[in-house]
């Protein structure tokens, strides 16, 4: 039996939901990061699946949303896995040389995946998530403040 498209399955709902979480860390601060794993201390031990490492992905483009596919440049990145002492693995990507954050976030998703801590690493993340919405806010402010409405007069030549 299949889940119909409309109501996602348990795995499908699970797997989007860390997706925005992974999402939502790649994009927070160290401090942040830093500042969430010590509100779970004592952490279990993590250990490094690989080390934390920096490399460079290639960025790609479309014309106009939907045209060919271009090469648009390369990022820096960082990405870092972990297993944490109960067996959980962790990863994160970020943009940026940064590590220490990459690590930490890798160990907030290992964390994310027990089921007991979930909902705590979801309300530790919430102060992330506002400041993010507020950013994301602004800008659309900011965006909007610009917009300028174009009109067609008619000419009364009846």
Sequence with gaps: MQASPSKPSGDAALHAARQAAMALMARAGRDELEAVLA?????PSASDLKPPE?????LRGR?????APFNLGEATVSRA??????GASGF???LGRDVKAARAAAILDALWQDEVRRADVEA?????RARLAAEAAQVRA??????????TLVRGED
């Design 92 to 94: 994160a990507y970020r």
């Design 81 to 86: 896995a972990v297993r944490l002492e109960g």
């Design 54 to 58: 920096v490399g460079l992905v290639m």
């Design 39 to 43: 509100g779970f201390a004592p952490l």
């Design 63 to 67: 014309t106009g949303g939907d045209g």
């Design 124 to 128: 530790a993340l919430g102060p992330v």
């Design 142 to 151: 900011e965006t909007a403040a610009t917009k300028v409405d174009f009109f």
